[in-house]
């Protein structure tokens, strides 16, 4: 074998399960298409990750990635192109050459869905966020709006009304929301406005989001609602082609199945961070990345080291 263990993905389950692997004595090789870091690079700043009062998302990205590379080797800009298993454990195909490991832990995360309207990607991390959990303390005392008809739009509009904005509008392109009738309610009673049949069309601002170009679907009008942020909640994607090409068993939203060890459907396969579903936050993924990497020893014969 060229490594005992491959791990795709180079995002905090990567890192974390990088180190776990290596100080339980397995060679692993860290794969990602990138630079590594996943969702975090985008991440203007972090209040949650213990440890930390605060630090920008490219900051702890590199502080992990600093440590991990004393334990593994890391290829970064070799995207994974399929997996298949074989007499050792499985073939790795990557854009630039073929490796043979015995164990797999698939960290592949997901992306965001994107409102794709001009100046979202300008002002990303200038007003535009995709957590409102991560973000939006940032933005306390101010008018905000929440893209989205899902449980967690209104989840996230609530806990944006909590911590004390100003004003919270949620935009939903249908007559009513998918959402259930419970947060709906909760939404409401905390003074969160709702504006239904309507789109964005643009996010503007100089240097940081001012106001969104609003259209409704109903009348054809148009308005500029001044806001300070917009809280994209619109779904994300898993990233979960190549646990397909594994025949992985995955749940009805495309993330991997996994059990309390991180083990998935298929022996010697493993999954961690946001990929496997449920909260997606730095610290749980790092936890899920250290299980994947300390389950992993089972595939390879070695003694559980905890």
């Known amino acids: 074998m060229d490594y005992e263990l491959a791990i795709i993905g180079a995002g905090p ?6 180190i776990y692997a290596k100080r339980s004595g397995i060679s692993t090789v860290v794969f990602d298409r990138g630079s590594g870091g996943g969702l ?3 991440a203007p700043n972090i209040e949650n990750y213990t440890g930390f009062d605060s630090i920008r998302g490219v900051e702890l990205v590199e502080k992990m990635k600093q440590h991990a590379a004393k334990y593994a080797d890391f290829h970064f800009y070799e995207e994974v192109k399929e997996i298949t298993a074989s007499s050792l454990g499985f073939t790795i195909r990557t854009e630039k050459a073929t490796y043979q490991v015995g164990a797999v832990v698939l960290c592949t995360g997901t992306e965001h869905r994107k409102l794709d309207v001009p100046g979202e990607a300008e002002l990303l991390g200038k007003g535009v966020s995709y957590c409102a959990t991560c973000d939006g303390f940032f933005f306390k005392g101010k008018k905000v709006l929440v893209v989205g008809g899902g449980n ?3 989840i996230e509009s609530i806990f944006l009304k909590q911590i004390g904005c100003k004003e919270v509008y949620v935009v939903h392109r249908r007559d009513q929301f998918r959402a259930e009738k419970i947060y709906e309610e909760e939404a409401q009673k905390k003074g969160v406005h709702f504006i239904f049949n309507t789109i964005v069309e643009e996010i503007v601002g ?8 609003l ?11 001044a806001v300070d942020g917009v809280f994209a909640s619109i779904g994300v994607l898993p990233q979960n082609h190549i646990a397909q090409s594994l025949g992985v068993k995955l749940d009805e939203n495309g993330y991997i199945v ?3 060890a991180q083990r998935t459907s298929v022996h010697g396969v ?3 961070g946001d990929i496997t579903g449920g909260v997606r936050q730095v610290i749980i993924a790092c936890a899920k990345g250290a299980i994947a990497a300390l389950s992993s020893t089972e595939a390879l014969g070695k003694k559980y080291p905890y």
């Open 13 to 18: 389950a990567g890192f974390s399960s990088a």
């Open 40 to 42: 975090m690079q985008i």
């Open 152 to 154: 967690t739009a209104l």
């Open 206 to 213: 100089k240097g940081n989001v001012s106001s969104v170009g």
């Open 215 to 225: 259209f409704n679907l109903e009348t054809s009008e148009r308005l500029q609602l």
């Open 258 to 260: 996994v059990d309390a």
């Open 270 to 272: 493993y999954a961690a």
